[in-house]
């Protein structure tokens, strides 16, 4: 598996491969003082949609290294973000469509007083 791993890092030249750490490197960085200051001004405790908000930080920079270190294919990276999304909306919205609750009716009630 090293064979493979050196002979990908030799098809990138270092300026491509230093491109690519700085973005990543500034995408995760900007990302954690975004979630930190905004975190800080709602003084709230831990909610679960933090973990996901955290997962996205370095989901994105991770997949793109892998795209260009193992030279995914567009399909694949698209794919691979497709469910990633999926999921991450999913997640957000519930466990599945909610369904109004139905409300007891009653009856109707007629304007005119009864004598």
């Known amino acids: 598996m090293n064979d493979v791993t050196d002979t990908l890092a030799k098809l990138i030249n270092p300026f491509t491969q230093a491109t690519i750490l700085a973005a990543c490197l500034i995408m995760i960085i900007g990302g954690l003082l975004v979630f930190y200051y905004r975190l ?6 831990w909610r679960l949609e933090y973990n996901q908000v955290l997962g996205t930080i370095f989901f994105f920079p991770t997949l793109i290294v892998l795209a260009v270190y193992l030279q995914l294919s567009k399909d694949a990276v698209i794919a691979i973000l497709a469910a990633f999304l999926g999921s991450l909306f999913t997640k957000a919205v519930g466990q599945g469509t909610p369904t109004p609750e139905e409300t007891p009716q009653e009856p109707e009630r007629s304007s005119t007083p009864r004598a």
Not at 40 to 45: A, E, G, R
């Open 40 to 45: 800080k001004d709602q003084k709230q405790k």
